[in-house]
Each structure stands twice: as structure tokens, then as C-alpha cells.
T-cell receptor
Framework: DAGVTQSPTHLIKTRGQQVTLRCSPK?????VSWYQQALGQGPQFIFQYYEEEERQRGNFPDRFSGHQFPNYSSELNVNALLLGDSALYLC??????????????FGQGTRLTVV | AQSVTQLDSQVPVFEEAPVELRCNYS??????LFWYVQYPNQGLQLLLK??????LVESINGFEAEFNKSQTSFHLRKPSVHISDTAEYFCAVSDRDTDKLIFGTGTRLQVFP
């Protein structure tokens, strides 16, 4: 079992550009959540996808968008990058939602640097 | 709104000494509680979790945490730490309806020989 895999591992982008990050969930998992972890901080919830729809969203602007595919993999897109978007982006997968979901497995993350 | 407070940003300790990493949460609903560990340049790994039942939960590598509802705490303890325990530890809470995780700011455990 490969666990949660994210690509790429590192990325450098210029301010104003757009970026797409990818996540493949752990085998058997159907729910994907994305988190942003700024340097020295705890992860912050961006949004969660289940059944190819955004199920819930954290306090992030519309520049952050996502998608979930029929095979449960997911993408995180960020438009009009700002320097403050530099962070480690973590993908977590789980089975089910709400009370059925009692454990999230995290990927290694994508380190995004905006210059 | 839920929140998590980790009272210590850094905890230095010598090898084989006991350690406690403190975590307090605020929530008006029943919650699940978690401790995650993050090694340098890595993602998060689940250390242990409290869902229901016994308030004392244990991990396979000697850590334990106790859910205290009256004090809204979920402190992490280990009676004897190893060099390899050096890492960042995050406490997190989720309510039972929305399974998004709310994290604390983390505690850096540094174990010295």
C-alpha cells in the first residue's frame, strides 16, 4: 500500500502565476482534504472533497480551488499566487465523512515557494 | 468555533527523561482528539487518537494521552524519551459532524543525549 502520494514534492513559482498540486489517496479511501502549513505553524484546513464535490471549506479565498476525480484522486489549484502562499501543502485521505471518518492519513506534502 | 492551544512551543529534554506536551481545546460539541507527529521535511503521522470509551489512549511507541473533559485537555506523555522522538508534535480536534481537523501551533520536542 503506497499510502497517500503527492506531487510534486517541491515547486517554485513566481508571484501572479498559477499552480496545480496533485494527490492520490490511500487505497480504499474516498475522501480527500487539503491543508496549508505555513512555516512554524500548524496545518490549516483548506477544503475537503467527497464524491467529486467540495463538501466543506475553510477560510481561504476563491483563488484556492480543487477537484476530485472518479478515481478519488484530487488536485488543488491556486491562482494569482502571492508571496504569502508559500507553504507546505498537505493532502489527507480518509474513508467516509463525518462521524464515519475517524482517521486521516497524510501525504508527505508539496513545498511551494512563491518568489 | 473550535480551537486548540498547545501551551509550549518548544520542550527540551534529556534522553530517558519523562516528558509531557500540553494541549487544551475549546469546543461546544463532542469531539475527537488526535496527536500527530511530524519529522523534518515529512508529512504528519498519527500518533494516537481519542474517539470514545477509555480516556487513556496509548501509542505503539510508548506515548500516551489522557482525555480530560472537565479540563478540556488532552496532554501527551512519555515516561522515557529517546533521541528518535525529536520531532514536532501537533494536537488536533475534530467534531463528530465535520471531520476537518483543527490543529494547534505545534510543540517542538528536542531530546538531547
Amino acid at each position: 500500500d503506497a499510502g497517500v502520494t503527492q506531487s510534486p514534492t517541491h515547486l517554485i513559482k513566481t508571484r501572479g502565476q498559477q499552480v496545480t498540486l496533485r494527490c492520490s489517496p490511500k487505497s480504499g479511501h474516498d475522501t480527500v482534504s487539503w491543508y496549508q502549513q505555513a512555516l512554524g505553524q500548524g496545518p490549516q484546513f483548506i477544503f475537503q472533497y467527497y464524491e467529486e464535490e467540495e463538501r466543506q471549506r475553510g477560510n481561504f479565498p476563491d483563488r484556492f480551488s480543487g477537484h476530485q476525480f472518479p478515481n478519488y484522486s484530487s488536485e488543488l489549484n491556486v491562482n494569482a499566487l502571492l508571496l504569502g502562499d508559500s507553504a507546505l501543502y498537505l493532502c489527507a485521505s480518509s474513508l467516509g465523512t463525518g462521524e464515519l471518518n475517524t482517521e486521516a492519513f497524510f501525504g508527505q506534502g508539496t513545498r511551494l515557494t512563491v518568489v | 468555533a473550535q480551537s486548540v492551544t498547545q501551551l509550549d512551543s518548544q520542550v527540551p529534554v534529556f534522553e530517558e527523561a519523562p516528558v509531557e506536551l500540553r494541549c487544551n481545546y475549546s469546543s461546544s460539541v463532542s469531539v475527537y482528539l488526535f496527536w500527530y507527529v511530524q519529522y523534518p521535511n515529512q508529512g504528519l503521522q498519527l500518533l494516537l487518537k481519542y474517539l470514545s470509551g477509555s480516556t487513556l489512549v496509548e501509542s505503539i511507541n510508548g506515548f500516551e494521552a489522557e482525555f480530560n473533559k472537565s479540563q478540556t485537555s488532552f496532554h501527551l506523555r512519555k515516561p522515557s524519551v529517546h533521541i528518535s522522538d525529536t520531532a514536532e508534535y501537533f494536537c488536533a480536534v475534530s467534531d463528530r459532524d465535520t471531520d476537518k481537523l483543527i490543529f494547534g501551533t505545534g510543540t517542538r520536542l528536542q531530546v538531547f543525549p
